[in-house]
Each structure stands twice: as structure tokens, then as C-alpha cells.
């Protein structure tokens, strides 16, 4: 069975939804405009509402007509980022700073053309959740969402997510059982010296050099302190000090993330920095301060929903597009608190481009919204009966 024709024949519809909600992106929280659209068009639909779950986010509830059965949760996530746009497509951002660069904006549509579909054919059993979360991109939505009782008000079976992929060639999608994507910490370190004259160093203690020093002395931990056979990285992505050429200045700020795919790595990392940073405030005589937070949790895919999403995938894109062989990305997900709570699978889907996500000219390609939505209506369809 290749992409449904009932979701392709909308498919028109869902390219407007798309490039609407790309041209008026909200970031975490933010996601007021997008939200309320969700809600109107479900509503329409005839599929029950609830808004305001984690501030922002939005969850329909549709029950078969086919009898009893289990109840299957889609989730998608509806942010942008703090990104300007460079693409001059005719549906560019038209907010300044802020651009639909990771696809969320697909991802919104595509469960939107699942829950249409599955709501003009309701002969399937169960019960279909549709999960609209906000703040994916590091603020912690699924958290929110989690902690504001999603699955205690709206109990799922399963629960099931997707990512477009312009890696993959068009028509690929992959799933497979296991760690798929990393689990992920912000740090910042604050180092906190002595001014003095740019002329007197001696006068001072320079959070400068001791931040070049901890910088460098930081990259050991993966290659030195880490089990070569547990994958992690440490980047240091923002560094700050100074406002002046002839100042050393009383501060300097290190910032950047940590991966890794089991706790006792990220554990190691953690202890390692910390240990580290006390040796460089020692030796430079000045004050480190280190905090480190974790954002996203390890996302694991569970053995049977795996195999059963990438069954449905073969449906679609044919067998041999389904790629199963186990290939872990270290980019998060926090639809892995998701999947911590309620068994499940995160899928891949191939499109044409080649831009990654969370570049200012990445371009989502609208010729995956049927098949998104196709393979994501056809889990409800196989998995919620049981």
C-alpha cells in the first residue's frame, strides 16, 4: 500500500497548513497561533480538544467505531527557532529571528493530516491521541507536558513520533529497536578572576587564560577518560569574556553541551568536568563555577512498537525503503521522556534537500506531509486493535 489515497488527495491542503505555519513561526511556549489553529482544524474535524496542556500544547482525542481496542498516542511538536531565515521562499518566516528550521512545522501538519484522515474514516478501534507538545527544541516541553499529568488524563498504550530527515533519500524512512538518539546536558561554567590593566597582568588573575586552559583540558574527557566503545561528545559552543582592549576582565564564560547514550557515560562526563574545573581554579587561583543540567533523556525505541511501525513504513515505502539496521544519531530528542513513560516508537522519513536541520536555509520538502501523515494514521489503524 503506497501513501494513502484519501491523505493524498488532501495533500494540497496540507502543503497550505504547512507553509502557513512556516511563514508565522513561534518558539517554546510561544506557540499560541499554532496552537489555536491545531485546535480549530481537530475541531472541525470532530475530534474532542483539550488545550493548555504544558502551557501551549494540545491533545485530541478521537475513538473508533470499530469496538474496543487499545489506545494509541502520535505526538508531533510545534516550535521554531531563534533563527533568521535566508531561504526568500515565497512562505519564509515572516517574523524576524525565528524560523521553522528543524521541520516542526511538517511534523504539526502531518499529525494534522493523520487525525483528518482518521476522522473521515473512523471504522478503525480504539482510541487515537494526537499530542500537539510544545518547546522541543531544549525547554523542555514533553517534560511539561508529563508533569502536568498528559498520560494520566489521556492514558496511552503506545505512543508514536516521526522526524523528517533530509539526510535520508526521499521515500527512505528508518526505525529500529534501541538507544536511537542521544541523551543531552547544557553546561555553563562561569569563571570568575581579577581585572586588572590589559599593561599589568601580574595586577590581576585572567579568567581569560584559565578559560583557554579549561577549554582545552575539557576535550580529554572523551578521549582520554571515556570508554572508546560508549560514544560521547563535549562541545564547547559559546565563550564570553571581555569589553575592551586594554582590559583583562573579572569574568569568563564557557558554554556548550554533552552527549552521550548511557547514564554511567554522562555521569563520567559530569564528574570529570567538575573535577577538572576545581584543578584549573586551583592552579590559576581563581573561582570556577559549573553548572550543568540535563535536558534530554537517551531515546529509546521500543523492540515491538519498532518492528510494528516499520512494518507499517514497508506498506508505504516499500520494503526495501525501510531502513532498520540500528544507526543511533547523537542529536536529542525529548520525545525520549515520551517513551520513559509509555512504550513506543520515533521514526525517520526521507525527503529530498540537502540542508540539514537548524540551518538558516533549510528547506522542509512538502512531498513527505502525505506520507508522514499515511504512516502515522495507519499505527492507529494496525495498533489500536490489538
Not at 499529568?149 to 498504550?157: Q, W
Not at 526495501?320 to 513506543?344: C, H, I, Q, W, Y
Amino acid at each position: 500500500m503506497p501513501v494513502l489515497p484519501q491523505i493524498d488527495a488532501f495533500k494540497n491542503d496540507l502543503t497550505a497548513i504547512r507553509r502557513d505555519l512556516h511563514a508565522h513561526p513561534e518558539i517554546g511556549f510561544e506557540e499560541v497561533r499554532t496552537a489555536g489553529i491545531v485546535a480549530d482544524k481537530l475541531r472541525s474535524w470532530g475530534v474532542e480538544v483539550h488545550t493548555g496542556i504544558g502551557t501551549t500544547g494540545v491533545v485530541g482525542v478521537l475513538k473508533g467505531e470499530g469496538g474496543p481496542g487499545r489506545r494509541i498516542g502520535l505526538r508531533a511538536d510545534m516550535d521554531a527557532l531563534p533563527i533568521q531565515e535566508i531561504t526568500n521562499l515565497p512562505w519564509r518566516s515572516t517574523v524576524a529571528g525565528k524560523m521553522h528550521a528543524c521541520g516542526h512545522d511538517g511534523h504539526t501538519t502531518m499529525l494534522l493530516g493523520a487525525a483528518r484522515y482518521l476522522a473521515e474514516n473512523r471504522g478503525f478501534n480504539g482510541t487515537a491521541i494526537f499530542v500537539f507538545q510544545p518547546a522541543e527544541e531544549g525547554l523542555g516541553g514533553a517534560r511539561r507536558m508529563i508533569a502536568e499529568d498528559l498520560f494520566g488524563r489521556f492514558p496511552c498504550d503506545e505512543i508514536y513520533g516521526l522526524h523528517n530527515a533530509p539526510n535520508l533519500d526521499p521515500g527512505q524512512i528508518s526505525v529500529f529497536p534501541g538507544a536511537a538518539m542521544a541523551g543531552a546536558d547544557f553546561f555553563d561554567i562561569r569563571i570568575t578572576g581579577k581585572g586588572s590593566h590589559g599593561a599589568m597582568p601580574h595586577m590581576g588573575r585572567d579568567p581569560v587564560m584559565a578559560a583557554m586552559s579549561l577549554a582545552a583540558a575539557l576535550q580529554t574527557i572523551v578521549s582520554r577518560n571515556a570508554d572508546p566503545r560508549e560514544a560521547a561528545v563535549l562541545s564547547i559552543t559559546q565563550i564570553h569574556a571581555g569589553s575592551a582592549y586594554n582590559v583583562i576582565p573579572e569574568e569568563a564564560v564557557l558554554a556548550g553541551t554533552i552527549r552521550t547514550f548511557t547514564e554511567e557515560t554522562g555521569e563520567l562526563v559530569r564528574q570529570r568536568m567538575r573535577e577538572i574545573a576545581a584543578g584549573t581554579a586551583a592552579t590559576f587561583g581563581i573561582s570556577i563555577d559549573v553548572d550543568i543540567r540535563n535536558i534530554f533523556n537517551v531515546l529509546v525505541n521500543h523492540d515491538i512498537p519498532a518492528q510494528a511501525m516499520a512494518e507499517v513504513a514497508a506498506e508505504i515505502v516499500g520494503t526495501p525503503n525501510v531502513l532498520t539496521e540500528p544507526k543511533a544519531m547523537m542529536g536529542s530528542e525529548d520525545f525520549a521522556d515520551m517513551l520513559r513513560v509509555v512504550p513506543g516508537a520515533y521514526a525517520w522519513v526521507g525527503h529530498a534537500g540537502d540542508v540539514p536541520v537548524h540551518n538558516p536555509a533549510y528547506v522542509l520538502d512538502d512531498g513527505i506531509l502525505p506520507v508522514g501523515a499515511s504512516l502515522l494514521a495507519r499505527i492507529v489503524e494496525t495498533r489500536a486493535a490489538g
